[in-house]
């Protein structure tokens, strides 16, 4: 299992709003590490998303938010659109294990 | 604009050795201050970090991973290359290469290549 916890799945429909949760330890997002987010397209490589937790890369809509508190981040995605639908990865450090850590993803179905 | 590829086997028999290149375009791995990274996805699951390089040589291993791997560059090519040891069905994969930004194991992973499938199967 993955040290950074992740629904499986979230859905929405067109134009309503989702959160997805990635929840840590004291050891990476409760430390104080930066968490990035991805967009993995079926077929396709992971993309960035959010970085440093609520940073958007040029050309990332503002639909998409990210945010942290405590032990926890979260991607929020606005005005849900069929491309959307994809699955989502949380990525940060690990203090304890010394490397980069990731989610075990959460595919986001639009209804 | 910056590109990465992999290339390599696609298929290892079990206890070889797994070898893959990422060949970056459209900048010089040594006239930047990036660390370039390995990172994997078994078939239907999720994203693990393999390691990252300088191009100096200067790297960082997933401790898990650490007494089967080595990861080295090429500047001369442009190239860095990923060598796992002792490989297993559990090291089927898709194989990502990517740029770091900032720290070498806790930096996002921005852009990435498209991957490469590697299956361990005698």
């Known amino acids: 299992q993955s040290v950074l916890t992740q629904p499986p799945s979230v859905s929405g429909a067109p134009g309503q709003r989702v959160t997805i949760s990635c929840t840590g330890s004291?050891?990476?997002?409760?430390?104080?590490?930066?968490v990035h987010w991805y967009q993995q397209l079926p077929g396709t490589a992971p993309k960035l998303l959010i970085y440093g937790d609520s940073n958007r890369p040029s050309g990332v809509p503002d639909r998409f938010s990210g945010s942290k508190s405590g032990t926890s981040a979260f991607l929020a995605i606005t005005g849900l659109q069929a491309e959307d639908e994809a699955d989502y990865y949380c990525?940060?450090?690990?203090?304890?294990?010394?490397?980069?850590?990731f989610g075990g993803g959460t595919k986001l179905t639009v209804l | 604009q910056l590109q990465l590829q992999e290339s390599g086997p696609g298929l290892v028999k079990p206890s070889e050795t797994l070898s893959l290149t990422c060949t970056v375009s459209g900048v010089s791995i040594t006239r930047t201050s990036f660390y370039w990274a390995w990172i994997r996805q078994p078939p239907g699951k999720g994203l693990e970090w393999i390691g990252s390089i300088f191009f100096s040589g200067t790297t960082y291993y997933n401790p898990s991973l650490k007494s089967r791997l080595s990861i080295s560059v090429d500047t001369s090519k442009n190239q860095f290359s990923l060598k796992l040891s002792s490989v297993t069905a559990a090291d089927t994969a898709v194989y990502f290469c990517a740029r770091v930004w900032e720290l070498p194991a806790a930096g996002r992973f921005d852009p990435w290549g498209q991957g490469t499938l590697v299956t361990v199967s005698s």
């Open positions: 990525q940060s450090y690990d203090s304890s294990l010394r490397g980069s850590v």
């Open positions: 004291s050891y990476n997002i409760g430390a104080g590490y930066d």
